[in-house]
């Protein structure tokens, strides 16, 4: 968080216009307070600096620092005893004296929770006794009307102020969240769905499936001779192929429809409530659409996939039964001469270790 380029900057511009209408609304307060006490020039002259200047100063001097995020907690203590100063300057006049102090430690929850509020605290004493010791002890236990007036801007504008800016701090926490979110589900390469996360979604639409008897299909999907591209083209070239299919898949399915890499040159696909020749038509689409790729670059570059398909049935005992069907139509297709599409038979046929590159 201590970062120019981080956090710490961000957190420096979101108190900055807070501070402006903080401070010149503090300004109203104090000077209606201090006006009957008639103080010193010098006290006019410092709530002025104070109230109209100190802002923008603040805000260069915290993003120009090499921490700006501790940079902004100092300037904050140094608003907590500004604030101290200002309360004993007014004699602690009680209605001026508590909005003044208590929107300072508004300020610090927001900013910094129990922490900040404690540090605050003593700093609002030490500039109370930094006021009592220049211009001495009072106490203005009466508000006039004027003051009264004077303090609603703070009381009213500037809580709505610091909500705003609390809203906006939540929306682009549940920004930040989503994305999160996303990106723990995602394949960094292709962008599909993860191996985990495509398989949460398997057992939801295996769950549906079998309370609803949707006609839906799991497809398995393999690059024929993968390790070859490698060998021969390189492993870039390999990562191209990969996005080429992702790609592909996003073509050739439907939006209900959900594909995912499975792992290594591999890929899964969902097609929800889809019959076995709606099927067999998304997936003959897409090892055509796979087999049409050249790269003029690699005029040698050839891409074929084996497909394995199984529909949903009920004699299925679980997703992972329904993916070992898909697994073993996937074999077939490798044996009998791979670039092909092959449903899920209902003889047996042996699950395998790893298939022939």
Known sequence: MDNRSGKGLSFVKRIYLPRI??????????????APLSPPPWVWLLMLINGLLWPHVAYRWASRSASPYQAEQRN???????????????????????TVLSMMTMNNVAAGGKRLIVRGFIAQVAGILLGSALLGTGLQLHTTPLQIY???????????????VC?????????????????SLTDSLTGLLNNGAWKDLLLIRFET????????????IDIDHFKSINDTFGHVVGDC??????????????????AGRYGGDEFCVILTAASEAQAWQAMERLREDVASY????????????SIGIAPFNAGLQSP?????????????????????????????????????D
């Not at 004077?150 to 705003?164: D, H, N, S, V």
């Not at 809203?167 to 990106?183: F, W």
């Not at 192929?241 to 959900?258: T, Y």
């Open 209 to 220: 499936c079998r309370q609803h008897q949707l006609p839906s299909m799991v497809a398995l």
């Open 167 to 183: 809203y906006y701090l939540a929306i682009k926490l549940a920004e930040h969240k989503r994305r999160l979110s996303a990106l």
């Open 241 to 258: 192929v990969l996005r080429q299919i992702s790609e592909a898949l996003k073509r050739n399915l439907r939006d209900a429809d959900r």
């Open 294 to 305: 050249r790269n003029p670059a690699l005029p040698h570059l050839r891409i074929s996939l």
């Open 21 to 34: 209408l903080g401070m010149a609304m503090g300004l109203l307060c104090v000077a209606a307070a201090v």
């Open 76 to 98: 904050l203590m140094l608003d907590s005893l500004t604030g101290g100063f200002w309360a004993a300057a007014m004699h602690f006049n009680p209605l001026p004296s508590v």
């Open 320 to 356: 992972e039964h329904w993916l070992e069907q898909a697994d073993k139509a996937l074999y077939s297709a490798k044996h009998r001469g791979r670039d092909r599409v092959n449903f899920a038979q209902d003889e047996p046929t042996p699950l395998r270790l790893a298939y022939p």
């Open 150 to 164: 004077a303090c609603l801007p703070m009381l009213t504008l500037y809580p709505m102020a610091l909500g705003g």
